[in-house]
């Protein structure tokens, strides 16, 4: 029902594109720059926007069912930071491959899956994206291998993605996005080091939303410029608030490494919610800082505004994008609702299993011991 709300959208909608200014990059040992300036569509504008809606207003809803106990156990949400997926996916291709940290909501929908996907795996129902199983942070679809849970982890395993696009010669890339709170994590330089040598196509995207948990950036950070951490990497900083920056980024980034090796991104953006639900996030910020974050840069108003001001959406079109999204939303969470929790016959679905015993030998002092199980 979004979907043709929107084509009906875009149809009555100009035909003119525009070239829309976005903000410039800071490079690091590179001597190009992404443009300044991204030609948008009509249908990209119509696009952009309801994508960046959908989310942040998915992301309220999980922040009313986690306070109405609905959602149960970790939760962290994206609100704040939508212009970085909606951004580097409108810059790659569905076979190029993402991964991501806990914060995954947002990826996870503008992956592929639905709203109701999303909402019924942080639900523990079936028709979650993986079966109620993973909950919030982890969650998974075609070529998005997640919504990881140990700080950091998720990147060596983009690497590894990156040297799988690399071995099959298919064109693709891969992109590791990880918080400036993991930026400091040992396995991360591995992962830079073997890219490094091994020339993959490997995109580092340190989605900067200034605060690791409850802590600044500059009091658990000994250098604030991410995009130069690893010193052997090119790298850029972006502006993670702007959509189009973002994507122009993106698409500059993917181009580089396909020819050159890996690369490293910093989006500057921020996160309106604390780390997590459990965390209010006003006792180490004000909520003037949260309000004048919202008030001057948020990606949704500010893109909003640039459309208007170029003609590529009314006023109309914005009110009725707003209504449509609002309703898909509640829509979506019904349907959430009303799907049943995984039986517990299916609990051991999706685990590995073999006909031949596996086999564990451990030394107990001058004895060998072979245990055995079928898995």
Request: include cysteine; charge should be neutral; proline fraction near 4%.
């Amino acid at each position: 029902m979004l979907r043709q709300a929107v084509n009906r959208l875009v149809a009555v909608s100009s035909s003119r594109n525009v070239m829309m200014e976005c903000a410039p990059a800071q490079m690091y040992l590179l001597d190009q720059a992404p443009p300044t300036e991204s030609e948008v569509t009509p249908e990209d504008a119509v696009k952009y926007y309801t994508q960046m809606q959908t989310i942040r207003r998915m992301e309220l809803k999980a922040d009313q069912l986690y306070k109405q106990k609905v959602i149960r156990g970790f939760c962290h949400l994206y609100d704040g930071q939508e212009a970085c997926c909606v951004g580097m996916e409108a810059a790659i291709k569905p076979t190029d491959d993402v991964i991501t940290s806990y914060r995954a909501h947002g990826w996870t929908y503008i992956r592929g899956i639905s709203v109701a996907g999303v909402l019924a795996e942080l639900f523990g129902r079936e028709l979650g994206c993986a079966d109620g199983k993973g909950g919030s942070m982890h969650m998974y679809s075609d070529n998005f291998y997640g919504g990881n849970g140990i700080v950091g982890a998720q990147v060596p395993l983009g690497a590894g993605l990156a040297w799988n696009q690399q071995y099959t010669g298919n064109g693709g890339i891969s992109i590791s996005c990880y918080g400036d709170g993991a930026a400091s994590q040992g396995q991360l330089y591995e992962a830079y080091n073997l890219s490094k040598l091994w020339k993959l196509p490997a995109i580092f995207v340190c989605e900067n939303n200034q605060y690791g948990m409850g802590t600044s950036v500059d009091r658990h950070s000994a250098s604030t410029e991410f995009y130069k951490r690893a010193g052997y990497l090119p790298g850029m900083l972006v502006d993670g608030m702007d959509i189009l920056a973002v994507k122009e980024a993106t698409a500059f980034a993917k181009k580089y490494v396909l020819e050159n090796g890996p690369i490293m991104m910093e989006l500057k953006t921020y996160r309106y919610h604390g780390h997590s639900m459990s965390d209010p996030g006003t006792s180490y910020r004000t909520r003037d800082e949260v309000q004048a974050i919202k008030k001057k840069i948020d990606p949704i108003t500010s893109f909003r505004q640039k459309c208007l001001d170029a003609g590529l959406l009314t006023t109309d079109q914005v009110k009725a994008i707003d209504k449509e999204v609002k309703k898909h939303i509640e829509e979506e969470t019904e349907k959430a609702l009303s799907s049943p929790e995984p039986s517990m016959d299916k609990i051991a679905d999706h685990i590995t299993k073999s006909t031949v015993p596996y086999q564990v030998r451990a030394c107990h002092q001058h004895a060998s011991h072979t245990m055995r199980a079928n898995l």
